[in-house]
């Protein structure tokens, strides 16, 4: 999510060694490889789609067992008064680092990433922009993931965050209001105190977690919205060859009129999924046939669309089996097969980057 400054420490601290507590009950075992490959990057779910070990971030997210079994991770969690999104445990190797990048995918655009600190040293550095901190164990931070970012741990020890994905609140975004700025544009640097969430053995607590995350059809008025942020990103960069922006605005402007009208006509039932799947790599590769690259932020103009809005504007694999009540005999059949046409080689709809064979489609 694209914030006004680089970085946000809340005024909330957390029971370090309650988390430490926590965090050696599990084993070994239970860390996963980070979904990209990063080395030295590992991760234990707590939150994910259907409460599985997976990394996927469409679908109904539930407590994972490592979660339930964690009573003061999840009153952390429930402190942020907040629904939340795919949550894990990060943990990075000594001398290993998260490599400089950008979240270009649908699901960060519109989340932050809430990070809290268990095991840490002082030389571990977290950077975004041109801003660096240290997040120090028990504190609750916030950062601009839109902006380049990286995270260098030159030292020989472990580093382990709790890592939780949301959209936010209220309630949540009023804290963000009275939280320190960490940020090159920042008119103060006021410094707050914080207040400690202690352990509470006897304190049962609720999650809220995200049910509907992600459409099997994103609606018209979605799309246009999407679509009018990243070609103002394109436009603003100087960079950029005016004649592969203007080739790049009219492939997306093209993509978003299209939408609107199979969508008046179809919405998300099946009678126009061909119609979709087909824009869909009608844009694609209008995107890759431009002569020269183009940039969004710092990130390649051409992934950011597809990552924010072409692989997940269209998800079948989300479709829960109902049918219109207007769909006739014939329709259902023929919507059927519309459903088995999604392409092989087409961007997996949950918006992992992969093809759809690769992912979600093996």
């Not at 949550?87 to 979240?103: I, Q, T, Y």
């Not at 960490?182 to 202690?198: K, N």
């Not at 609606?219 to 950029?240: I, K």
């Not at 824009?279 to 597809?306: H, Q, W």
């Amino acid at each position: 999510m694209k914030l006004e400054h680089e970085f946000y420490k809340l005024p909330l601290r957390f029971d370090v060694e309650r988390l430490k507590k926590e965090l050696s009950c599990f084993e070994e075992s239970d860390w996963a490889k980070h979904p990209s490959d990063y080395k030295g990057n590992l991760a234990i779910p707590l939150i994910s789609v259907n409460g599985e070990i997976n990394d996927g971030f469409a679908g109904p997210m539930q407590m994972t067992r490592f979660l339930k079994q964690s009573l003061y991770i999840q009153q952390v969690l429930a402190s942020f008064n907040s629904v939340l999104s795919r949550s894990r445990l990060m943990r990075l190797e000594g001398r290993h680092d998260v490599p400089l990048h950008s979240d270009i995918n649908a699901h960060w655009w519109s989340r932050v990433r809430i990070h809290v600190p268990i095991v840490t040293t002082p030389d571990v550095i977290f950077h975004c922009g041109d801003q660096k901190v240290h997040m120090a164990p028990g504190e609750a931070w916030i950062f601009d993931a839109w902006k380049m970012h990286k995270v260098v741990n030159p030292s020989g020890h472990t580093r382990v965050h709790l890592v939780i994905d949301t959209a936010g609140s209220p309630e949540f975004w009023e804290i963000i209001g009275k939280s320190e700025v960490f940020s090159s544009s920042a008119a103060d640097s006021r410094h707050l105190e914080s207040e400690l969430m202690p352990f509470q053995s006897k304190k049962k607590v609720r999650i809220k977690t995200e049910r509907f995350n992600m459409p099997v059809v994103m609606s018209a008025g979605e799309v246009d919205a999407l679509v009018e942020g990243v070609v103002d990103d394109v436009c603003s960069v100087n960079g950029n060859s005016v004649n592969s922006v203007d080739d790049f605005v009219r492939i997306v402007s093209f993509f978003r009129f299209k939408w609107r009208s199979i969508w008046s006509v179809h919405g998300d039932e099946k009678t126009g999924w061909l119609d979709y799947e087909s824009l869909i790599a009608r844009t694609n590769k209008g995107l890759f046939e431009i002569n020269s690259p183009l940039m969004s932020n710092k990130s390649v103009a051409s992934e950011v669309m597809n990552g924010r809005v072409v692989s997940v504007a269209f998800n079948p694999d989300l479709y829960d089996g109902h049918q219109p009540v207007s769909e006739t005999k014939s329709e259902t059949s023929s919507a059927a097969r519309q459903q088995s046409a999604v392409g092989r080689n087409s961007p997996c709809p949950c918006g992992s980057g992969k093809k759809y064979k690769r992912c979600h489609g093996q």
